[in-house]
């Protein structure tokens, strides 16, 4: 079994930063792809990053450039967001996915709150 706990979350005004962290426990494998998703109020969830086995990232084009992900030998993976923007305001979550042979397994953290506003 996998758990995730967020934290990191809060208010922040624009053009500030936060670092988001996202402590993994459980039976983690180096090949788990680690990754951030984010909800908007009315909105869909979306893959804000993700990182792979051998440090390979990938970034939704609308924070290329002002967040970076980051994971650490023990299994936390954390989100450095600079340069925040009122539309980056929403529910993060932390998220790993696993492949195995039958498909992909997936978990995720309880979400933290982001709000970006003067």
């Known amino acids: 079994q996998v758990q995730l706990v967020e934290s990191g979350g809060g208010l922040v005004q624009p053009g500030g930063s936060l670092r988001l962290s996202c402590a993994a426990s459980?039976?983690?494998?180096?090949?788990?792809?680690m990754g951030w998703y984010r909800q908007a109020p009315g909105k869909q969830r979306e893959l804000v990053a993700a990182i792979e086995i051998g440090r390979v990232t990938n970034y939704a084009d609308s924070v290329k450039g002002r967040f970076t992900i980051f994971r650490d030998a023990k299994n936390t993976v954390y989100l450095q967001m600079s340069r925040l923007k009122p539309e980056d305001t929403a529910v993060y979550y932390c998220?790993?996915?696993?492949?195995?042979?039958?498909?992909?397994?997936?978990?995720w953290g309880q979400g933290t709150q982001v709000t970006v506003s003067s």
């Open positions: 998220n790993i996915r696993r492949p195995r042979i039958s498909g992909i397994d997936t978990y």
């Open positions: 459980g039976s983690i494998f180096s090949s788990d792809i």
